[in-house]
């Protein structure tokens, strides 16, 4: 019996090595007619370039032979799925992005990249270097489809807010004093300007303030008013003359304008003292004005004072051109 049992064991481990042997001997039998068959029969390969199916019949055996053998250069820039060492098989599908090169402008530089994005706004986004933030603006604009040596024109946007220490104007009240000669003038209280702090929204295009918008602000030391004491009272002299007032312009004149600063009440008289100053009143409503006379004139018939267009307007509308005045000389 011990016998037996023997050669059963013997038998079994016989079976069992046969058993190994044809099973290697299938599996790589059918290997070598798997790559004879890659490497041999004509197969359909379907390309997918650029997002486009393309079908070709081919005998390459990996993808890299197909891809040569339809004369496509695949580059570092370039995707390529399966990979290129990959065999094929009849049916298989390759997919192969081709990268396209883009031209920036960016703070006065040319720069070159390529991209494998559809839209311009994704391909200067994906580049770190160009640091393409939210508020960034992208000529032509971010939805643009992205083509070969396309070129755009980036400006980079900056917004901040930024505090800045103001004065503010102080007011100048003036009380009038009738016992005080009209050229009399008193500074009773100093003014003194305040402070503030003001908040602005500034908007920065590759550095340079383009915008500038008052957002808050607070007032740190307020202004002190200015008190002035303006005398009012006026000595005439005992008599008045009565006739026609004309104007000048003397802006067309620049040596008149650099003696006699534009704003100044000036007038011309026959007669007066220059120097000395006279109160002219239209007689149509009343107003008056007191010139300092500079000039001689005007000569024309009943014509007694000819004044500046500043103080021809205080008292009568240019375009009246002559009014029936009375002029007083002022004797303080």
């Known amino acids: 019996m011990f016998v037996r049992i023997k050669r059963i064991r013997k038998k ?22 798997e790559d004879r068959f890659v490497q041999t029969k004509t197969k359909n390969i379907i390309l997918n370039l650029d997002g486009l199916d393309y079908s070709y019949q081919s005998e390459a055996r990996t993808v890299d032979d197909f891809l040569q053998e339809q004369s496509l250069e695949v580059t570092d820039n370039d995707s390529v799925q399966p990979d290129l060492s990959e065999k094929i098989l009849s049916g298989s599908r390759i997919y192969l992005q081709k990268a396209r090169k883009i031209v920036v402008q960016e703070g006065g530089e040319e720069k070159e ?8 706004g994704q391909a200067v986004e994906e580049i ?24 755009l024109v980036i400006t980079h946007v900056e917004i901040r807010q930024e505090k800045e220490t103001e004065k503010i104007d102080f007011k100048t009240i003036v009380n009038e004093d009738d016992e005080m000669g009209w050229r009399e003038k008193k500074v009773t209280q100093a003014g003194v300007k305040g402070k503030k702090e003001v908040i602005y929204k500034v908007i920065y295009h590759d550095g340079e303030e383009i915008s500038r918008k008052k957002v808050d602000e607070q007032v740190l030391e307020s202004p002190i008013d200015e008190i002035v004491t303006q005398g ?70 009943n014509r007694i004072i000819d004044l500046n267009k500043a103080a021809f307007a205080k008292i009568a509308s240019i375009g009246a051109g002559i009014i029936d005045v009375k002029v007083e000389e002022v004797k303080n």
């Open 12 to 33: 079994w481990k016989i079976t069992l090595v046969l058993g190994v042997i044809f099973l290697a001997w299938g599996y790589f039998s059918q290997a070598d007619e």
């Open 113 to 120: 990249f390529y991209t494998l994005k559809k839209t311009a």
């Open 128 to 151: 770190e270097e160009l640091n393409f933030g939210p508020d960034d603006l992208l000529q032509p604009e971010k939805e643009t489809l992205v083509s070969d040596e396309i070129e």
């Open 232 to 301: 009012t009272y006026i000595k005439l002299g005992k008599e008045d003359h009565s006739g026609w007032a004309s104007w000048y312009d003397q802006t067309p004149y620049p040596n008149l304008m650099a003696r006699y600063p534009f704003g100044e009440m000036l007038a011309a008289n026959p007669w007066l003292p220059l120097g000395s100053y006279a109160k002219v009143t239209n007689k149509a409503n009343d107003k008056s004005i007191i010139v300092r006379i500079n000039d001689r004139g005007p000569f024309g018939a």
